[in-house]
């Protein structure tokens, strides 16, 4: 019986020759580029909801001394994963969306079209929205106690900021794209567009609030640097708190890039 289970084994290994294909140079760098931004992107968003879910309660329960003891060391290495990580995850995205998919989208306008689009424009006024947002976002936390003091009003800020924030970016990408009366925007230029806007306003978020003030937190709470202002750890945590909420409706437009749910483009 096992050997004519095996008799018909090179027959059925011929039939996925056509599925199984050795990737070729220009495919291969685009896999590791992916793979790189969704094991980065794992390791950021998976500590993101750490702190928020697991970290945050517990850290109410525990005296000065266990802090003293702990968080030197556990926060420590955890917010060296989470920066890190959230580096990387936005780097390899931006590869990957400028290089593949704004390029593809820039070369059908350019050439099927006859549009005069400068991918370097595209990308940097692309950057320039969620560097905007952050400066606004920044200033709010630092600056209007205001706002920051009750949770709720931050929230509902902070969502009528990002609503406006997403509309301009589905009017920048249709303006830019719309030669006549055809758009050359593709679905992921869109979906990746505002998911991925969102994810580098997550990461000024962790290297722009969470990350120095909690260094300065966690200095102080080892004994090796000054006291820290009480403000500090409140700003943090609303910072932190932002990005677990902005990484919901990111996450669904990272999903929806690939044509599952068609909902800004073709």
Avoid: C
């Avoid at 004519?4 to 685009?30: C, K």
């Avoid at 980065?40 to 500590?47: E, Q, R, S």
């Avoid at 990580?85 to 936005?90: E, F, H, K, L, R």
């Avoid at 990957?96 to 998919?101: C, G, L, S």
């Amino acid at each position: 019986m096992l050997i004519e289970s095996t008799a018909h084994l090179p027959i059925s290994l011929a039939m996925l020759q056509g599925v199984f294909n050795a990737p070729e140079g220009d495919e291969l760098w685009r896999i590791l580029l992916r793979w790189l931004h969704f094991v980065a992107g794992i390791t950021w968003i998976g500590l993101l909801y750490f702190f928020n879910l697991v970290n945050v309660p517990v850290q109410k329960g525990l005296d000065a001394d266990t802090k003293k003891k702990v968080n030197p060391d556990l926060l420590g290495r955890a917010l060296w994963y989470f920066r890190w990580g959230a580096v990387v995850t936005v780097l390899a995205g931006l590869m990957y969306y400028a290089m593949v998919i704004l390029k593809a989208d820039v070369t059908n306008a350019n050439n099927i079209g006859n549009a005069s689009i400068n991918i370097w424009y595209v990308l940097v006024m692309w950057m320039l929205y969620p560097i905007v947002l952050f400066a606004i976002e920044f200033l709010l936390i630092k600056k209007v106690p205001a706002v920051t003091k009750d949770g709720r009003i931050f929230a509902i800020v902070i969502f009528v900021l990002i609503a406006i924030f997403t509309y301009g970016l589905i009017a920048f990408f249709t303006s830019v794209f719309t030669v006549g009366s055809d758009n050359y925007a593709s679905n992921k230029a869109y979906s990746i567009g505002i998911g991925g806007a969102y994810g580098f306003l997550m990461m000024l978020n962790v290297w722009g609030i969470i990350w120095p003030n909690n260094k300065r937190i966690l200095a102080a709470t080892a004994g090796t640097g000054p006291a820290a202002p009480p403000e500090l750890a409140r700003q943090a945590f609303l910072a932190s708190r932002t990005n677990a909420w902005l990484s919901l409706p990111m996450l669904l437009f990272m999903g929806t890039s690939h044509g599952d749910w068609v909902i800004l483009g073709k």
